[in-house]
């Protein structure tokens, strides 16, 4: 198993598991590879230390640097996959239900959609709390 430090034009940094290393080739030539954050297919390599079994040794002498802003980008992958998974997409006719369960009509219930702008702020002035959330494409898709 090859474990490569990859980054996308976006300089999101992710790791990449291949068979080897013309298994990464062979992917990333057929445009396989992408960020899990934004779906970005122009992915690079970054150096990276090799991967040693250490499961002999009684004690690791460091632990592996924690590089923050993957550790950002993975709480919010999870927060946002979360959100996903507890919610029921209503696609455009968001405005609509979102009334309707604010005014009692059906029954309460987590809902995600499309809003136009002034769509939200008319909800907002309605007294119905809504925001934004940009869903990564990764996100929409199974985890790689």
Known sequence: MKVLDLRCGSDHR??????????FQSQEERG???????????????????????SNLREATQPAPVDPQVVRQTHFMRAVR????????????????????????????????????????ALREEGIEVFSLPVP???????Q
């Open 32 to 54: 396989l590879v992408a960020c899990p954050i934004c779906a970005d297919s122009h992915v690079s390599r970054l150096p990276s230390a090799p991967r040693l079994n250490v």
């Open 82 to 121: 979360h959100l996903i998974e507890r919610t029921e997409d209503v696609g455009e006719r968001f405005p609509e239900e979102a009334r309707r369960i604010h005014y009692g009509e059906v029954a309460e219930r987590g809902i995600r959609g499309q809003a136009t702008p002034e769509a939200a702020d």
């Open 137 to 143: 494409l990764a996100a929409k898709g199974p985890v």
């Open 14 to 23: 992710f790791e990449g598991w291949f068979a080897s290393e013309e298994d």
